[in-house]
């Protein structure tokens, strides 16, 4: 197994670990502040844009991007020798691994994923069940809704 897709593993089964060890939590927003002022409104929004930009870094880079780059690799040693060393949208060779191919798609492709994510959680999120059951769920929602209109991988 080469070292690249050694990282990809680690990665996905960190960011398993992370949501097992996390995963039952929720959501829970801070306080209202005693005297809503300009200042406070502005730590509020300050608070959720951390939240969602960090919550989206972690599940772009963990789950979609890495997830995404193993499935990739996947797809291409399952594709049969015909496929191999053919040339693919993103003029990348099938069957080749590359460390900057892997940074590319985790950083373009990962964090996008990630933050596109995280923007619609935090729209849907009061209709959503909390922990897992709500990641399982936005999840559905998203591949029902997004799967035949975009590329999952």
Do not use: N
């Amino acid at each position: 197994m080469r070292p690249v897709v050694v990282v990809w593993v680690a990665l996905l089964v960190l960011g398993v670990a992370l949501v097992v060890r996390w995963g039952h939590l929720r959501f829970e927003t801070p306080p209202p502040p005693e005297q809503v002022t300009f200042a406070e409104q502005a730590k509020r929004v300050v608070w959720y844009l951390d939240v969602l930009t960090i919550g989206a870094v972690v599940a772009g880079l963990l789950a979609a991007g890495a997830g995404g780059r193993l499935a990739m690799r996947l797809l291409a040693v399952t594709a049969g020798d015909g496929a191999q060393g053919r040339i693919t949208e993103a003029d990348e060779v099938v069957g080749k691994i590359t460390v900057g191919g892997s940074i590319a798609f985790i950083v373009f492709g990962g964090l996008f994923a990630g933050l596109v994510g995280a923007v619609i959680y935090m729209l849907l999120r009061k209709w959503l069940p909390s922990g897992r059951l709500g990641a399982l769920a936005l999840a559905a929602l998203l591949l029902g809704t997004l799967g035949s209109r975009v590329e999952p991988l």
